[in-house]
């Protein structure tokens, strides 16, 4: 293969967009595709059985894909959907990019997979006109049938004349006016597999000859070994080796021993025998309140990265002027699945079974840290136990390498659930402070927003002098303010971090729903009317690229919000204690609109009892699998918000387990109920936009019950 090498800049530009790609499977009823198949194209074959296999190239985490990325070759295709099976695609340049993450599989792919089923559809015709003697367009297609009068062909008949002849450059999709299984309801294509414990994860994978591996790691950001004894790790009986891996910049930026052993178990204990002396480092002493001094200090010296009008003159003139603090904390990603990676290191080559939502990261960075070709490299996409972001980086991929040409076989390196809490790459930390004006009729004239955090892109890029972008999607809002200004401010921390599961709108959605619930409470105005207010008429482009098919359509957002106050029952009669509270915002391109009832009891424990979620994500593939999305998002935005926290000590990580990092649990769970708005804009992302609005909601509810306002998150006990 011919595979371009990528850079890290590449990979923190997370949500670029795509050329082509689906992700691995197995067939729905557990049996792989046949092996007699003709390729039509780079993502479709078809078998002699009559089998449709299509290669996805994005990694399922749970989202979906596997199943509603077929959808659109399928469709296109007119195939019959019983006969549609998946193949996880492998880390291959014809697939273009590979990585998953920023909502952007169906936004990504909605063209390149309606092209190929397209395609595939066009060379079946031509052959099956060609074996019939007929013209091509007096031939119809349904459910893998082609038929011409009383003369029917199946999609195997003639798989192997169409393999042979050109693909066409140029072919004619269809109207969403003729979809059949586009916004339908689909049974996912690996439910069976999962359920029956047939799929494999990461975990799951075994490799002949393979051994395993713990890896013993600083305990604070940045330290080394000073030194080590192995002499009672190697006395466990079990223990086959112990390596000393080495950090590789911020791919893997920590260094260790790591136990091998002929089981986990054993390499687990072999790592707790272990006696080492760590070279704490430069951020030995920091803690979560220095970095709460620093943010604090930032904010009144953070440079303006966005302005529109002047604030100043506008904050001056106000009839009113409210001003307010925000704050949230580091988070963990806290996967069900913990980390881990196996890798076989050859001579001349390396294969890599792992987790990982970019296989293309993952290549680039072995081939580097292995000094091969990233041609050299073979990456084995499994099912990912949850990843949220945190599988994008391809540190434990990094361990497993290092171990495996250390002892000369595969290596399976499993971390633990407390390896996994405290060698994280966390959603920062971020404080933010608003100023804002009302001027007599209530409408909010100026909006002052600063920012002070330890940047993700600092992180990875720390000698760039460029704006930092993801702290400017605080000014991707749907919203307009006459006299807008964004400050930020960098603030230093050695903690590693890394894409959480809608990144920065997990916290500018907090922050800016909270602020304009302050607003209209101080304006007497009811919030959803302040919010419609904001909106203009028309669209508007944020951001290059997306100009020509992802304008931010305004009215979009004003129907979404005005969909769920009518779906929620917004201002009408609430059981005793229960109170509502309201949040939107625009993100990856969707528009999503939430309202929350919540109560909080004596004791000042916070009960969820229902979100009303409204989204727009464009044409609604497979709605069941948006509604799944967006549940999963709101949940994990509750989590942030009612206990979610990482903190640190003398540079070291304080939770350890869901015992102190308590993950939302079912009895927890509120009513959820999510509405899809009809939409004909092209499909954009449901995996992160339903959680910005979530804590904001959850806030402004928890105000209207108590009148006491909560700016710091988690709110725990109020």
Known sequence: MNIVKLSRRDFVKISSVATAGLVLGYSANGQRPTANAFDLGTFVQIGTDGIVTVWVTKSEMGQGVRTSLPILVAEELDADLKSVRIRQAHFDRKFGRQGTGGSSSMRTMWKPLRTAGATARAMLVTAAATKL????????????????????????????????L?????????????????????????????????????????????LYAAVARSPVFGGKVASFDATKAKATRGVKDVVKIDAVETDLPWNGVAVVADSTWVALQGRNALAITWDEGAHANETTAQLHKRMEGGLASAKTIHNAGDVDAALGSAAKKI??????????????????????????????????QFPDWAASATASLLKLKPEQIKVNVTL????????????PILEAAQISKAVGAPVHVQWTREDDMQHDFYRPASMHRISAGLDANGDVIAWHHRIAAPAISAYYEPASKTPHDSEIEAAEVAHAFP????????????????????????????????????????????????HLSLLP??????????????????????????????KSG????????VARGFGAHYSFLSHAAQVAEVSVGKDGTVHVHRIVCA???????????????????????????????????????????????????????????????????????????????TAGAVANAIFAATGKRLRRLPFGDT
Request: hydrophobic content about 40%; charged content about 25%.
């Open 133 to 164: 003697g007929v013209d091509a367009a007096q031939l119809t297609v349904a459910n893998g049938v082609i038929t011409h009068g009383k003369d029917k062909l199946a999609f195997a008949d003639v798989a192997e004349a169409a393999s042979k």
């Open 166 to 210: 050109e693909v066409p450059k140029d072919v004619k999709l269809k109207d969403p006016a003729a979809f059949k299984l586009i916004g339908k309801k689909a049974i996912r294509f690996d439910d069976r597999n999962v359920v029956t414990g047939k799929a494999q994860y990461g975990i799951d994978v075994r490799v002949p000859g393979m």
């Open 323 to 356: 001003e307010a603090t925000y704050e949230v904390p580091y988070l963990a990603h806290a996967a069900m699945e913990p980390m881990n990676a196996t890798v076989h290191v050859k001579a001349d080559s390396a294969e890599i079974w792992a987790p990982t």
């Open 384 to 395: 990912l136990g949850g990843a949220f972001g945190r599988r994008a980086n391809p540190d």
């Open 483 to 530: 006299n807008f200004r964004i400050d930020f401010a960098l603030a230093d921390s050695g903690v590693p971090r890394g894409w959480w599961r809608s990144v920065e709108h997990s916290i500018n959605g907090f922050v800016f729903n909270s602020m304009l619930d302050e607003l209209a409470h101080a304006a007497g105005r009811d919030v959803i009317d302040l």
């Open 537 to 566: 008429k028309g669209r508007r482009v944020e951001k290059e690229g997306n100009a020509k098919d992802y304008p931010l359509e305004i009215d979009r957002m004003r129907k979404v919000i005005e969909f769920v106050r009518e």
């Open 570 to 577: 917004w201002g009408s009669p609430l059981p005793q204690h």
């Open 615 to 693: 989204i727009d994500c464009g044409i609604p593939v497979n709605p069941d699998g948006i509604r799944a999305q967006i549940e999963g998002g709101i949940l994990y935005g509750l989590t942030a918000a009612l206990g979610g926290e990482i903190t640190i000590d003398k540079g070291r990580v304080q939770q350890s387990n869901f015992h102190d990092y308590p993950l939302i649990r079912i009895s927890e769970v509120p009513k959820i109920e999510v509405h899809i708005v009809p939409s004909t804009a092209l499909p954009t992302g449901s995996g992160e936009p339903g959680l910005p609005p």
